[in-house]
Structure formats: C-alpha cells, structure tokens
Nanobody
C-alpha cells in the first residue's frame, strides 16, 4: 500500500502564491511518475502537472509559466509552486503517483485525498 498526503492548500488572494506538498509513504520500490490534478465543483478532474523520476516535467497550458512542479526522489516528496494565482485556479488539488512497490514490486497507481485551494479577495 502506498499512501499520499497533500498539504499546503488554503485561501489566497488573486496574484498570490502557494506551495503544495505531496508526501508518499508505504512500501515503495520506485515512483515513476508523480502528478498534480485538480477538480473544481461541477468540473472533471484535470491534469495540472506531471514529473518523471528523472525530473522531466510538463504543465497544463492553463498554468504554464505560473506553476512549477518539482520532486525530491530521495524523500518521496513532490511540490507544486503556484504563483500569480487566479480565481479560476480554485479547486481541490490531488496528488497522484505511479510506480512499483510491495514485496513483489507490484505496480501501483495511488491518489491522495486532496487539499483545497481557494483564490479569492
């Protein structure tokens, strides 16, 4: 079992910044990809950013130039630095990890419970 816990969400004014963190724990052999997704009320969950174990990262066009994803492989941590936040960034943000773990190095695809980000004046 691999558990993911997000933190760092909150209320911020437009133009402000937040830094989200995702901590992975459990029987982990490797994490190939980690990603941030978000879901606003009434909308489908959408990909925000993804980063490979080698550090190759991609961000959605809607956040490109404002959000930066990074990870610490040694500590199984991932971050999302969010700058110049807009009201449309308001959503629950979820962490996702894909990799191998357990005694048999089985593949896993795990999700965190999410952290709320609200951008409002």
């Amino acid at each position: 079992q691999v558990q993911l816990v997000e933190s760092g969400g909150g209320l911020v004014q437009p133009g402000g910044s937040l830094r989200l963190s995702c901590a992975a724990s459990g029987s982990i052999f490797s994490i190939d990809y980690m990603g941030w997704y978000r879901q606003a009320p009434g909308n489908e969950r959408e990909l925000v950013a993804v980063i490979s174990s080698g550090g190759s990262a991609n961000t959605a066009d809607s956040v490109k130039g404002r959000f930066t994803v990074s990870r610490d492989n040694a500590k199984n941590l991932m971050y999302l630095q969010m700058n110049s936040l807009k009201s449309e960034d308001t959503a629950a943000y979820y962490c996702n990890a894909v990799g191998a773990g357990g005694s048999r190095r089985e593949r896993f695809n795990s999700w965190g419970r999410g952290t709320q980000v609200t951008v409002s004046s």
